[in-house]
Every structure is written in structure tokens, then in C-alpha cells.
């Protein structure tokens, strides 16, 4: 089922942003598997591979669901449907490692904010994917937007939020039929001012070293827990536990919002106290502060072009911050934490790029490509089938009108394992959603 | 190199002739007007005292004036964020630095943002780094379920310490569907306009205490006051069709001047808004069914309306601190079928037009010399702001960001050097 083929060679390049694999006997397994679709080949685009150079007057084969070849001169079966991607674009589907999509759903109505257990400073026993209604029209609207495969995220109002689901961006009935097969799980952890507000409604933490007791308190016990665990001695089952053992182990990759770079020192501070791998620090505005240090740390940033002052932990944000990054070394990437956003992380990723010029240092297509692909889909761990495009991965990819950098790029065709989930040529007439279906006045179908 | 050489020349030529009667041209680049003369290319500006002389391909440049060459870059008139909070927001949340509407019950018309706006707020250096030389600031409805949010203003983005405001340029009103119920919000809508042209007639019924649809302040019946005489407009928050519908039936019934903000379903009821005349203010990323009075939210909201003949305003970020993204905004609705020229003037001559500043947002012989010079599409992220007037004054376009940005990173460091 996983092309093993190229997992080494990756491997080599993403070092330590690899969670372990999951589980395969864990329980809610993925279902999804896709359909079939006919051998297909772009040619004639320009193509962004977020492995190699931009390729020029390209083709991109893919068959079976896995891209098959890339390249100049490429030989066509003669069954192959051939796409004509003259003056167009083709870069890998894009992953936003920061998503609440289905768990903060539109409509954005009380009974569907199922992302934040706020009932405890500590609710890492919740999963993601036990509020996820896939029905959320936001999810189709992704899709529109080049996005095939998300990391959906609890919120940050709690110390720990509980485990993230990473999905394909599919059309599905059920979270397990859209669910990324075997892909490891993340935890939620959040700093500063949202546990602390959260506590504004009478409960602990109601300060930054609060914050910091609760993620000690909470990793003592969990270090207990894992040690019983590796030992083999009988204990119970605690769900909570089981997450936080989960990052000691390293079996779970952490995303850690956090804004402002001396919290982000003291999270590192407190990964070295409990030895485990920060995976993400996500929104990280003040990263460029503290550039030299996340680099050498191995430490991914998910963050936005350019999103600041809305809130004094973010006052410090500044539009230079993923060039920064990228330029210290970090593993650098772009989010979306937005219904909105997660539709043009193609345009958060130009801008980012335009700042970076704006002080006379260019960052090519080539790297800017892969703060919205490949360096997501490595802190996801399922770098090995999707995120670029080479021989044997996922048939991810989008098709763009244009310079997928340019604001007018609109993502014409869109597969997910080959099939075509969004054509613009032949629009399709209902929208995926069952909640769009029927309404006497539809408009989310574009 | 060459750049950094005219940015350097733009610069200085401002600096030099901030207003202050010595004329200056603007030569060599593609100009987009957003007035009749369309786009000119290889034109010529002239601006003096602060105001815009002549625009054209040929252009007699009178001796004694200095001469700016722009060759290869675009012209355009200073964007304007329409429906924004710059100057009363620094942070916005959980920091008390942050005022976009009324506290008290007793002032809800008459609530004035003039008097909320910091011109030293940072957020301005950040929006003009975006192109924007003037905004459209609108309150938030206030305490106590108000309908009347205030009174709107037109902000100059001009770099000083006192604020260039055009203050109460239009009420703004909010239907507070959720607080009111939609079958009392309008009968109180329309009991508190005929209660403000009771007003009107005998200023005496205040004192007298006969105006009794609410409990009435006298600052709240004069905002209201050039309102109900059709003299300036009041905007509406508004998203659902049928809302939309009872909105132009009742302003139209009032004789009032309306205009639509927000408007997620307003393409399906392009047609009934085009015939009443009514312009609109979108957000071409409203596409998401939110709540159920945006069911119908669409992408293609801009050019839909566009296409049925509607007068566009394109607002986006309308957040303090996103202001200077509009031309994404703009751009974003071109992409989606909207015409370049139409996505400029929703950007710049719309709404100037609209909140009675004609003399604001082209570039026309007698207008306000508010100008952005760009390396090319000023849609375009890649696209570099060169230089930006306001009513002729060059501008600085370094932000509170560009320091920090200048004390952590290498490169911005460097950039700081070389200037």
C-alpha cells in the first residue's frame, strides 16, 4: 500500500521532523481509499516538484493513483488522458498543518464548536476526530484552493487540547473515510494568553508559570505512566496519559501554539526537562527572534505571512518572519488556523516571498513551494507518499491557471490519488457537502 | 540597483516639495486613473500644492518644476480600506488598546470615531507600506443591542502627530437581527427615523419630550439629522438576500441613502439592488456559509454583482492591522471575472464618491494628490510599493515592524544600512 520506494531518500532529508509511524492495530483505523481514475498527463506546464527545480514545459504522469513519471519527453501510453497544461502550473496539493476545519465547522453555530474541550487545563485525552463532521462546507472550499491534506487540530484554550487527525481532503461520509492511512498523531499544547483566559472563567492557570506547573505536573505523571508501560506492569487505560506518554515516546509529534519567543524558549527548556522532540511551534510570531536557536533545535515553524496585533502576544509579528526562518535554517512553514486563509495559502506563500525581496534577498518558487507542501507533509510524517511530486508518491497535485504566486492564480483542476476532486472546467452542478445540497440559494459551490 | 537608484530619486523629490507650491511631475509611467481617461501609459502627473495639476501622455511641464522620472513603474490613486477600525484599534483583543464602538447606551448615532482615532497608532505606517492613503472608519454597534453604531469618518494615512479627518461623513447602522428580531428592528428603524425628522422640523419636541420612539440624546437625533434629508448615507451590515430585499424597500420608502456592507448573498438579489441604485461593499473572501444568513455565500459574489450593473466597493481585512492588504482584495475579485479597472475604482473612486469625498481617490486634474507608485500590477504580491503621496506630501513607508524586523534580522538590518 506505501510506495517504500522513496521513504529512504526522504528520510534522509526531513531527520528528525519524523514522527514514528502509527500504530497499524490502532483503533479507528482509516478507511479511505480512493478511487479509481484513469492513467492522466499534464503536459506542457510549468511544474514545481517542492523537490527539485522548476521544470519547464513538463509532464506530469500519474497512473494508479501515483505519479508515474515527471519530466521533458515523457512517453504516453496510448490510454493516457492528456491534460493540456500550456502557460498553467503544476505543483504538489497543498497541506495546511494548521486546520479546524469540522471541528469549528461552518456554520459556525454553538452545537458546532466541537474543537475545544474546555473543561480542563489538560483534555489530552480528546481526539480531533471525534468531532469532525465531514460535512463542513469549508472542506469543499479547501479543496477549490489546492489544499489536499489537512492537519485538523483541537483549539488553544487548554494546556493540552488533545490529538490531532491529519485527513485527506476528500469527499467522505465518515472522519475514518477521509482519515491519512497510518498517519501518526499529533497533540495540541498552547502557551500564553489563551490558557490563561481560559482561566479568566475560574479555573487554573491563571498565569504564565501556571501554564508552566500545568505542563510539568502533567508530563511527571505521564513520565510515570510510560515507565509502567515500557515495563509492562499492569495499570488501567488513561486515555489522557496515553497522548502524553505518546510525545515522551516520541510516537506523537506536538503542535505548540505559541506566539512570543520567550515562551517559545521556555517550551524548549521544558522539552529538554521531560526529553522529548518539540515537532511545531505554530503561529510562533516572534520565531525571528529567535531564529539561530529553532534551526539548531530541529524545531518546525508553522506560521502566517502576515498576521499581527490581535492580541499583545502577537503585537511583535512581522511580515519578514518566514524569511527569516528560512533563512536561519528553520524547517519553515505556512498555515492557515482559517476557513478562510486555508483556501490561499498559495498567496500567503507570495507574500511571505514578496517581504523576503522587499529587503533585496529573493527566495525562488523552489523553496517557497515547499512551506505549503513537502515541509508540512514531513513535521505530518507522511512525507514518504505525499507532499512533492516524484515517482511513486500520492497523486496529490493541482493544476494552476497561472503562477501559483501570483493573486490571480485559481486552482483549475485539483486530485487527490489521481481522482479528480475539483475541475473548473466541468464545474460540478451540487456541491459535496449535504448541508449545501438543496438549498434554494447556493453559493459555497465556488 | 537601478530600483533602489529611483526609489531613492522619488524620495528625495517628495521630500522636497511636500505641498508646499513647488510643482512636481511624475514622468514615464503607466497610470491608472480610475477616472475617465482609463489607463494612460508612459504619462505624466503633475501635482502642485498638493493637488493633482494635469494627468496625460502629454503633459506641458511648466519651468521651475521638478521632474520625477518613473519610467517602467504604475501609478495609481492611494487605495482607501473601506469599512475599517485603523486608528481605533492598536491591539485588538484583551489588551485595552482597542475602541471601535460605543459603551454607553446614551450616545449610539451620534458616537463619533473622529474623536477614538490615534494618528500615531502603528497600524498606520503598516497600511500605507500597502498603498493606502485614506480609510473609510466605521463603529461597531455599542452597549445595550444599539442599532445606530455612529458616525463614520474618513481618515487620512498622512505620517504626524495630528489626524486629517473628514468626520461624519455617514451614519452607520446595524440590524441587530440576533438582539432585536428582524419584525421589531425595522418597525423601531422606522420609528426612530420619524422621530428625527419630528426632530428636524421642531428641534422644541426633544425638549418637550415628545419624541418617544427610544430614549433619545440630543447628539444622537442631530447625527441623524443630514441622514433623513438624504444628504449623507448610512451604511448596513447586512448578508442575507431577504434582508437585503427589506432594506431597499424601507430606505426607499424613507428616502434614505443606503449603502450595502458586507452582503455575502447580495449576487442574488443583484438585479433588485442594481435597480435601486445601491452600492455595495464586499468582501470578495466572504464565500464560507457562516451562519444561516449566508447560506449563499459565493466567490463569485463580485462579479455577479458587478455584471448586474451594482456600484462596487471591494473592503477586505477590516481589521486595523490588515487594512494595507486590500489590493489582494482586489485582486482576488479580478481573478474572479472582475474587471481590473472596476476592482481599482472599488478601491479608490467608489468609495470616495460614495461618503462625499469627490476631490479623493483618482488621479484627475484638481483632485487630492493621494498617489502610490508601483514597481508594476499593484495587485500583485511580488508588486513593490515605491513611493506614496498624500495630498501631495511624500510619505515615510517604515513601520514599527521594519524595526524589529531591522534589529532580528540580518537582511532587514542590512536594508536599514543602505538607507
Request: glycine share 10%; charged share 20%; proline share 5%.
Amino acid at each position: 500500500m506505501i510506495v517504500r520506494a522513496c521513504l529512504l531518500g526522504v528520510s534522509l532529508v526531513i531527520g528528525s521532523w519524523l514522527p514514528a509511524a502509527a500504530q497499524t492495530n490502532a483503533p479507528y483505523p482509516s478507511t479511505y481509499s480512493p478511487a479509481s481514475s484513469p492513467p492522466t498527463a499534464i503536459v506542457g506546464a510549468t511544474v514545481l516538484t517542492a523537490e527539485g527545480p522548476v521544470i519547464d514545459q513538463a509532464t506530469v504522469f500519474f497512473r494508479d493513483g501515483k505519479i508515474a513519471a515527471i519530466g521533458q519527453g515523457i512517453e504516453l501510453p496510448a490510454d493516457a488522458l492528456v491534460i493540456d497544461g500550456t502557460g498553467k502550473w503544476v505543483t504538489p496539493g497543498i497541506i495546511d498543518i494548521h486546520s479546524h476545519l469540522g471541528v469549528f465547522s461552518s456554520p459556525g453555530v454553538p452545537s458546532m464548536r466541537n474543537g475545544n474541550e474546555k473543561t480542563g487545563k489538560n483534555t489530552a485525552e480528546v481526539w480531533a476526530e471525534h468531532s469532525l463532521w465531514p460535512q463542513d462546507p469549508g472542506f469543499e472550499m479547501a479543496r477549490r484552493g489546492g489544499v489536499t491534506t489537512l492537519a485538523i487540530l483541537p483549539g488553544s484554550a487548554n494546556l493540552f487540547g488533545g490529538r490531532s487527525v491529519t485527513v485527506k481532503n476528500v469527499p467522505s461520509i465518515s472522519v475514518q473515510g477521509m482519515k491519512f492511512p497510518d498517519a501518526p498523531y499529533g497533540a495540541k499544547m498552547a502557551c500564553g494568553e489563551n490558557p490563561i483566559f481560559y482561566a479568566a472563567r475560574g479555573n487554573d492557570p491563571f498565569t504564565r508559570m501556571g501554564n508552566m506547573a500545568g505542563f510539568r505536573s502533567a508530563f511527571i505523571d505521564a513520565q510515570a505512566y510510560l515507565e509502567k508501560k515500557q515495563k509492562g506492569e499492569s495499570q488501567k487505560t488513561d486515555l489522557r496519559l496515553e497522548t502524553l506518554a505518546g510525545i515522551l515516546s516520541g510516537e506523537i509529534t506536538t503542535h505548540i501554539h505559541c506566539y512570543r519567543a520567550d515562551e517559545m524558549m521556555q517550551m524548549i527548556d521544558l522539552s529538554r526537562e521531560f526529553g522529548f522532540q518539540i515537532g511545531t511551534f505554530h503561529h510562533a510570531s516572534e520565531a525571528y527572534k529567535i531564529a539561530g536557536v529553532l534551526a539548531e533545535e530541529g524545531i518546525g515553524v508553522a506560521t502566517w505571512a502576515d498576521r499581527w496585533g490581535f492580541k499583545l502576544e502577537a503585537y511583535d509579528g512581522v511580515p519578514l518572519n518566514v524569511a527569516a526562518l528560512e533563512w536561519a535554517g528553520v524547517h519553515t512553514m505556512l498555515h492557515s488556523d482559517s476557513a478562510v486563509l486555508v483556501q490561499r495559502l498559495n498567496l500567503e506563500a507570495a507574500m511571505a516571498r514578496s517581504s523576503a525581496a522587499r529587503v533585496g534577498e529573493e527566495i525562488s518558487a523552489e523553496v517557497a513551494i515547499r512551506w505549503i507542501t513537502l515541509n508540512p507533509a514531513e513535521s505530518l510524517g507522511i512525507a514518504d507518499r505525499t507532499g512533492s511530486l516524484a515517482p511513486g508518491k500520492m497523486a496529490d497535485l493541482v493544476l494552476w491557471s497561472t503562477d501559483p504566486f501570483s493573486v490571480y492564480a485559481v486552482a483549475e483542476k485539483v486530485f487527490v490519488d489521481g481522482v479528480t476532486v475539483v475541475d473548473r472546467d466541468a464545474p460540478a452542478d451540487e456541491p459535496d457537502s449535504d448541508f449545501l445540497l438543496g438549498q434554494p440559494v447556493m453559493g459555497a459551490l465556488k | 540597483m537601478i530600483d533602489r537608484a529611483i526609489i531613492v530619486a522619488i524620495c528625495l523629490a517628495g521630500a522636497a516639495a511636500p505641498a508646499l507650491g513647488e510643482a512636481v511631475a511624475l514622468r514615464g509611467a503607466r497610470i491608472m486613473t480610475a477616472d475617465k481617461a482609463g489607463t494612460i501609459e508612459n504619462g505624466t502627473v503633475l501635482i502642485d500644492r498638493g493637488r493633482i495639476v494635469s494627468v496625460g501622455a502629454n503633459v506641458r511641464v511648466p519651468s521651475g518644476a521638478s521632474i520625477v522620472d518613473v519610467t517602467g513603474k504604475t501609478i495609481t490613486p492611494g487605495f482607501i480600506a473601506t469599512d475599517s477600525v485603523i486608528g481605533m484599534v492598536e491591539i485588538s483583543g484583551g489588551a485595552d488598546a482597542a475602541e471601535s464602538s460605543s459603551r454607553t447606551p446614551g450616545i449610539t448615532a451620534g458616537y463619533d470615531v473622529q474623536y477614538a482615532i490615534n494618528p500615531l497608532s502603528t497600524t498606520i505606517p503598516v497600511a500605507r507600506k500597502g498603498g493606502v492613503t485614506r480609510a473609510i472608519v466605521m463603529p461597531n454597534p455599542g452597549a445595550d443591542g444599539a442599532t445606530f453604531a455612529g458616525q463614520a469618518a474618513i481618515l487620512s494615512l498622512r505620517d504626524g502627530v495630528t489626524a486629517d479627518i473628514l468626520p461624519q461623513v455617514g451614519a452607520v447602522w446595524d440590524m441587530r437581527a440576533g438582539a432585536y428580531g428582524r419584525g421589531a428592528t425595522f418597525v423601531q428603524f422606522r420609528a426612530d427615523i420619524a422621530d428625527v425628522r419630528r426632530f428636524a422640523r421642531e428641534p422644541a419636541a426633544f425638549t418637550e419630550g415628545e419624541l418617544v420612539s427610544r430614549e433619545w440624546s440630543r447628539a444622537d437625533l442631530e447625527a441623524l439629522v443630514p441622514i433623513i434629508k438624504g444628504e449623507k448615507p448610512i451604511a448596513v451590515r447586512v448578508d442575507k438576500a431577504s434582508d437585503i430585499l427589506t432594506l431597499i424597500n424601507v430606505f426607499a420608502a424613507e428616502k434614505l441613502d443606503l449603502v450595502l456592507v458586507g452582503a455575502a448573498e447580495g449576487w442574488i438579489v443583484a438585479a433588485e439592488i442594481a435597480r435601486a441604485g445601491v452600492p455595495v461593499a464586499i468582501d470578495p473572501s466572504d464565500n464560507l456559509p457562516g451562519d444561516f444568513d449566508e447560506i449563499g455565500a459565493t466567490s463569485d459574489n463580485a462579479a455577479k454583482l458587478h455584471a448586474a450593473g451594482v456600484r462596487l466597493i471591494i473592503r477586505g481585512g477590516s481589521s486595523a492591522h490588515d487594512a494595507g492588504k486590500v489590493r489582494y482584495f482586489a485582486g482576488m475579485a479580478i481573478a474572479r471575472g472582475v474587471p481590473a479597472e472596476v476592482a481599482l475604482a472599488s478601491v479608490t473612486a467608489t468609495p470616495a464618491e460614495i461618503w462625499g469625498a469627490a476631490d479623493l481617490g483618482s488621479i484627475a486634474a484638481g483632485k487630492q494628490a493621494d498617489l502610490a507608485i508601483w514597481s508594476g500590477d499593484p495587485f500583485e504580491p511580488a508588486t513593490e510599493l515605491s513611493a506614496l503621496y498624500i495630498g501631495g506630501a511624500a510619505q515615510p513607508l517604515t513601520s514599527r515592524q521594519d524595526a524589529l524586523a531591522a534589529r532580528y534580522i540580518p537582511a532587514a538590518a542590512g536594508k536599514k544600512q543602505q538607507e
